[in-house]
Every structure is written in structure tokens, then in C-alpha cells.
């Protein structure tokens, strides 16, 4: 299946997904932010709204990147990327990273997708067939958070599907994901089935249907994702 190149141009940067979901998370909720574009999540939040960002290495109170010339070693997130830290930070052990975790003390996981389902399974981990990827904590926070945000491309780079009816990835966890943020779409997952909420600036919910397996409801027509000039 060969890629779209209207999508392709429609599509939107990792930081234009990141602070779209950055937009969307809750005042005052305790967000832990997985490898990859959620890592880019806390650059876009305003440091007023009382978001408390938790690395699974074992901090909470993370801010944004440093400025260049700034990087402390000490403090680096999931991705072993620097990372400052907010009044109030606190640094301590994985054994009370995934204690808060199993706990159900995080509001929020951001985590990126290989594949999700209708039903809002989540496949992130490997890739059948090439060795690779290991579980790490994904099943952790992906159970033992309240809500799981999903971040990835909306198609394979061939063009194949990433949004199914039933993963054919092995599964991370059944049922999870609340949100979905790719770079054409925002879906929210609900008991009547996936909803499309906003699409790429320049495309239709016909396009983005066309790219998704399952059904994608509406309420009225959905909102536009815009794309910044600035990274």
C-alpha cells in the first residue's frame, strides 16, 4: 500500500502533536510522559496550571529542556534526555516510580502507539518479526494509569494501517487508551466507539476515515489541527 501524499503534507510535526496534547491534559494532573514525542509534551505547558510530570526513572516535577549549555547529567527523563526540574521537584528510586505507578497515583500516561484498536487496545512494545522492543513499564502504566493518551503516525510509512479493528501486535493492555493523537487526527475512544474530534488543517473526516479500519463517529464536524510555523 503506497503512502498518501496529501497526508503527507497535511501532516503535522511532532511538536505540533505534542502541543495539541499538551492543550488537553487536565489542570493539576500527575502526567507521566513515555519515550519519544511524549518526551516533547512538557515543553508546551504553562508551568501555572499545576501539571506535575512524573519519568518513570524515577522524578516527578519534571519541566521543560534546557537551554543549551544547561544540561545537569542528573536530571534526564525516559529517554535519557536532559531535563530540568520545577520548585517542588522530587528524585527517588524506580522501587517508588512503580509504586506510584501500580498504585494509581498517575492521572495520566502519554505513550507512544505501534497500534491501537477500535476498543482502545494498545500494541506499543515490538514489532512481530524483527527482535526487537522490550516490554520495559508500558504494561505498568498503561494498567495502573487513569487515562492513557496515545501518540503515532496514522499510517505505516508504506502507507498500511496503525488504527485497527483488533491489533495484530502483541497487546500492551486491553482497553486502555481514552485518546488518540496522530499526526492527521484526534480521536477519543468512548463506549459507542471511537470519535473523531479535530483533523489536519487541508483534509477532510473522509480522508482520515479512509486511513482508519474502524468506524469513526462524529459529532457535527470535526475540529481543524493546526500546524505552528515554530517548532
Request: hydrophobic share 40%.
Amino acid at each position: 500500500m503506497a503512502s498518501d501524499p496529501k497526508l503527507e503534507n497535511c501532516a503535522l510535526k511532532p511538536a505540533d502533536i505534542a502541543r495539541r496534547v499538551a492543550a488537553e491534559l487536565p489542570d493539576g494532573a500527575v502526567v507521566n510522559l513515555g519515550i519519544g514525542i511524549p518526551t516533547l509534551v512538557g515543553n508546551y505547558v504553562e508551568a501555572g496550571r499545576g501539571v506535575m510530570f512524573m519519568a518513570e526513572n524515577g522524578i516527578i516535577g519534571a519541566g521543560p529542556r534546557p537551554e543549551p549549555g544547561e544540561e545537569d547529567k542528573d536530571y534526564i527523563n525516559a529517554s535519557r534526555e536532559p531535563i530540568t526540574t520545577l520548585p517542588g521537584a522530587s528524585v527517588f528510586g524506580h522501587a517508588d516510580a512503580f509504586a506510584m505507578i501500580r498504585g494509581g497515583h498517575i492521572d495520566i500516561a502519554i505513550m507512544g502507539a505501534l497500534q491501537v484498536s477500535a476498543q482502545g487496545d494498545l500494541a506499543n512494545w515490538t514489532v512481530p518479526g524483527l527482535g526487537k522492543g522490550g516490554i520495559g513499564g508500558a504494561m505498568d502504566l498503561a494498567a495502573g494509569a487513569r487515562e492513557v493518551y496515545a501518540i503515532m503516525t496514522h499510517t505505516m510509512k508504506d502507507g498500511g494501517l496503525k488504527l485497527l479493528e483488533d491489533c495484530t501486535y502483541p497487546l500492551t493492555a486491553r482497553q486502555v487508551v481514552t485518546k488518540l493523537f496522530t499526526d492527521i487526527a484526534f480521536i477519543e475512544f468512548t463506549p459507542d466507539g471511537p470519535i473523531l474530534r479535530e483533523v489536519a488543517e487541508g483534509l477532510t473526516a473522509d480522508d482520515v476515515q479512509a486511513v482508519s479500519e474502524p468506524r469513526l463517529h462524529t459529532n457535527g464536524p470535526p475540529g481543524a489541527l493546526t500546524r505552528e510555523e515554530t517548532p
